[in-house]
């Protein structure tokens, strides 16, 4: 999961998508984009690649790079201003009360949830249970949980038998049990990853419908204790360490229920593939905006995904909110992609390769303000993993003239010219010595969603049916533009293809994953005008 950007970056945020062009003046860009493409050629170089925009997703990105072409020549005047007078100046993300100024306990102080205690805290939805136990000479620690009517973040702490430091202690999950106070379970965990030296963390996200009083329940006994260094033979060995860490606490949820607006939501979409989504609630506590959806297949598309697709499948959409002018994209592993606060997929609901995933989303609200509205809601695509094969067919005595053009799954490569030569691979760098005795390299631009072009899905294949070897190399600083990276230098060098071969050949690619863009759904998400804690 990728960590909430830096302060510095969300400076550098605002700077340039809160204080952007008006509506009218994106809507006007937009307009015109809809019929151009971005003509890209390397100086000294006879590849000439035009590179399209493909759908709404690279036009929101030429938008804003747009915008940043305006702001760019008072870009370090902006720089200054943000660092000189913070006063001063208006903000996107403050747009939320100002955060008490309370000290924060260290556990808090890892995966940015210092900003969630200093929310909760006044609101008394910080509970402290007071657990101590020691056995064997470790001791277990529960101070302070993070209780919201969305989630329970519990953190633990341990200590070692000799008590000189803190233990990087990895009790089971699965013993650790939140149930109602007949012993039914009213969480799922979520997978957040959030571990550090000296704490481990737990995140639950609660169901739709929960008690008043809950129960949460440890039944921990085994840990892993990790590598320990013995002086003697000065080696690190792996220990395991059984106790009994058993606890019990509860937690009233009654205020937490209070502190929280929940809105049912009825909105459903079929892709033309046969992918359904429909949104099921909103709900927005004072930690952030959680949004709930179904995601299921029909029966022609999960004829074609893997085995796994549920742990696969990606949504890509971004949210506008016109009011405070904050436009946010969240695209799945994209390069650069924002990630959601949290995202829990729930596989309860599948039943062999169908059935349905539910599938929880929550924004920060340092980056969607808590309360704003309406929110816009747009689907730019999704990912799931599908093995699809294309071919591009090379005719080598035409390529100058008529460069061979390639489309794959929102990828482009366009291949203009070619040689042979001996080329050597090197942390994908070139390293090429062009004699006619050596290999076919194909020479050409492209654009992907990945750094590389996934070299070992690529097959050449001559007019008599032999197989090729393809090697893929390019510059390695490839620039990055809307989540995607565009390379002017590519080589295609096909191992064993000499000149004595022919002059046609074809390039086949097999991906194991399929991006598909062929998506129009936007919904204006339920706001809220009153937001109970605010006034506490």
């Known amino acids: ?160 038998p000799d008590g000189s430091g803190p233990i990087d202690i990895t009790p089971d999950p699965s013993r650790i049990h939140i149930t109602d106070e007949k012993g039914e379970s009213v969480v799922s965990e979520v997978e957040v990853n959030i571990q550090s030296w000296k704490y481990r963390q737990f995140v639950f996200q609660l169901h739709d419908d929960v008690p008043d009083r809950i129960v949460v329940r440890g039944e921990l006994n085994h840990l892993n204790v990790g590598n320990v260094y013995d002086a003697k033979s000065r080696t690190y060995t792996d220990e395991t360490a059984y106790v009994d860490w058993s606890f019990q606490f509860g937690i009233d949820l009654a205020k937490a229920k209070t502190y929280a607006v929940q809105k049912a939501m009825n909105e459903s979409y079929v892709t033309p593939e046969g992918l359904r989504l429909q949104m099921k609630q909103l709900l927005q506590t004072p930690t952030g905006t959680r949004l709930d959806l179904d995601i299921s297949l029909n029966d022609k598309l999960l004829a074609k995904v893997g085995e796994g697709w549920e742990n696969q499948v990606e949504i890509l959409y971004h949210l506008e909110i016109p009011a405070t002018q904050e436009y946010r994209i969240f695209n799945g592993s994209r390069s650069g992609a924002r990630k959601a606060k949290y995202s829990l997929r729930d596989t309860t609901g599948l039943s062999g390769n169908g059935g349905v995933l539910k599938l929880s989303e929550m924004w920060d609200p340092e980056f969607v303000t808590l309360g704003a509205g309406p929110i816009r809601f747009v689907l730019d695509g999704y990912t799931l993993p599908v093995k699809d094969e294309q071919s591009l067919a090379i005719d080598l005595d035409r390529i100058r003239e008529q460069p061979a053009k390639f489309e794959q799954s929102g990828d482009e490569l366009v291949l203009s010219d070619y040689g042979y030569g001996h080329v050597r691979v090197s942390g994908n760098q070139p390293i090429s010595v062009f004699d006619d005795k050596g290999d076919l390299i194909l020479e050409g631009s492209g654009s992907f969603w990945q750094k590389e072009a996934q070299a070992d899905h690529w097959v050449a294949v001559d007019e008599h049916g032999e197989q090729y070897p393809v090697e893929i190399a390019g510059t390695s600083t490839a620039s990055e533009y809307g989540g995607k990276f565009v390379s002017a230098n590519l080589k295609y060098v096909i191992r064993g293809f000499s000149q004595n071969k022919g002059t046609k050949l074809t390039l086949k690619r097999t991906l194991e994953t399929h991006d598909y863009q062929d998506v129009d759904w936007e919904v204006e998400l339920p706001s809220s005008e009153h937001l109970p804690w605010l006034n506490q």
Do not use: C
Request: no cysteine; net charge negative.
């Open 1 to 160: 999961m990728k960590p909430i950007p830096s302060e510095e970056d969300r400076q550098w945020e605002r700077v340039l998508f809160h204080e952007q062009p008006d509506s009218e003046f994106t809507l006007r860009v937009m307009e015109k984009l809809d019929a151009i493409s971005i003509d890209k050629k390397e100086q000294g170089n006879s590849i000439g690649a035009q590179i399209k925009l493909p759908g709404k997703r690279m036009k929101r990105a030429a938008v804003s790079a747009a915008a940043l072409l305006l702001l760019v020549g008072g870009a370090w005047f902006a720089w200054e201003w943000v660092q000189q007078q913070p006063a001063a100046r208006s903000t996107i993300n403050a747009v939320n009360p100002p955060l008490p100024d309370i000290p924060v306990p260290d556990e808090f102080r890892i995966n940015n949830l210092v900003n969630d205690y200093k929310r909760l805290q006044p609101l008394g939805l910080v509970v402290n249970p007071n657990i101590r136990i020691e056995d064997q000479g470790y001791t277990l620690q529960i101070e302070e949980v993070l209780v919201d009517r969305s989630r329970i973040v519990l953190t633990l702490q341990g200590s070692v």
